[in-house]
């Protein structure tokens, strides 16, 4: 199997004038000739430039998946390769309703590293998601600049509380709760409910197929995803073994070694291609050697 090194002195090696996109397209290729389905991969490169936010889901994204998918054949479905570490709500759902118009919802999600927040989401708007071992998605609970909605929500109901067993702590409370904008609850009680909403309807359309047997296993694994109690912090690393416990429908990317290799290979071109130019905010490539890279303005 081709691992990091490998990739690497692939590369070096490589005589072709740009020798990164020339690998990432051999493996990009190689996947689409194993699965007769289109490949789209989507990478950011927030782990190389985390102060960016450009890195992040936005809806400029939509352009370059539109870039992307032009001239595919569509009837073939898409299988979609995501590292990223999330973003805007409303840039995923836009970006979900028109990948499900693009490909009649035969979409695939193909996650190698890590696919966390708003790209957990859009993994949940597929049929099943590939993962490996190594594979994490993440939580799909609100944020406001880094502000965890559920844990204002639960900040406010612990202030109650405090002030009705106590009413001398209500200066204290006051002042930990006088730092938000009045309205400032209601947007996040309105944003975790979006959240979840969307994604309910996701599963229910593309993963179990309208299947309204399943809501209650769709609530279930939706109100894991959001429970910001749970999960400590939304930067939590949800595993393969645990996303299937909750009942999504993983496949193994271990079950198939030809499989893993090619997207392992696949991994490590993209991330050597991040790491060799800082510059790099994101790569959206197809396996016809067409992509949009966005670079640091």
């Not at 199997?1 to 002195?9: A, K, T």
């Not at 406010?156 to 938000?180: C, H, M, R």
Request: proline fraction near 4%.
């Amino acid at each position: 199997m081709p691992g990091w090194n490998e990739i690497l002195n692939e590369i070096n090696l490589c005589d072709h004038k740009h020798p990164f996109d020339t690998v990432r397209q051999k493996y990009l290729k190689k996947l689409s000739e194993k699965t007769g389905r289109n490949v789209i991969a989507y990478y950011s490169g927030w782990l190389q430039n985390p102060e960016y936010s450009e890195t992040s889901i936005n809806d400029a994204d939509k352009n370059a998946l539109m870039a992307t998918i032009h001239g595919l054949d569509r009837k073939k479905g898409l299988d979609i390769i995501l590292h990223t570490p999330g973003g805007q709500t409303a840039a995923a759902e836009s970006i979900v309703d028109y990948l499900h118009t693009m490909f009649n919802n035969d979409i695939r999600a193909i996650v190698p590293q890590l696919a966390m927040s708003a790209g957990t989401m859009i993994a949940c708007a597929t049929k099943e998601i590939i993962m490996g071992k190594h594979s994490s998605l993440g939580p799909i609970d609100p944020q406001f600049g880094g502000i965890p909605a559920t844990g204002v929500i639960e900040e406010f109901e612990n202030a109650v509380k405090a002030i009705k067993t106590d009413p001398a702590s209500t200066p204290l409370w006051q002042a930990i709760i006088g730092k938000y904008h009045p309205t400032f609850l209601g947007e996040c009680e309105k944003a975790i409910a979006w959240s979840k909403d969307i994604v309910k309807d996701w599963l229910l359309k593309c993963m179990f197929d309208r299947d309204v047997t399943k809501v209650e296993q769709i609530d279930r694994i939706v109100e894991f995803l959001a429970d910001h109690s749970e999960m400590k912090t939304h930067s939590r690393h949800i595993s393969l073994e645990q996303c299937k416990e909750v009942g999504l429908k993983i496949i193994d990317l271990e079950s198939d070694q030809d499989l893993q290799d090619i997207v392992l290979s696949i991994h490590h071109s993209f991330i050597h291609s991040l790491s060799s130019s800082p510059g790099i905010m994101k790569i959206v490539e197809n396996q016809n050697d067409m992509r949009v890279v966005e670079r640091k303005a």
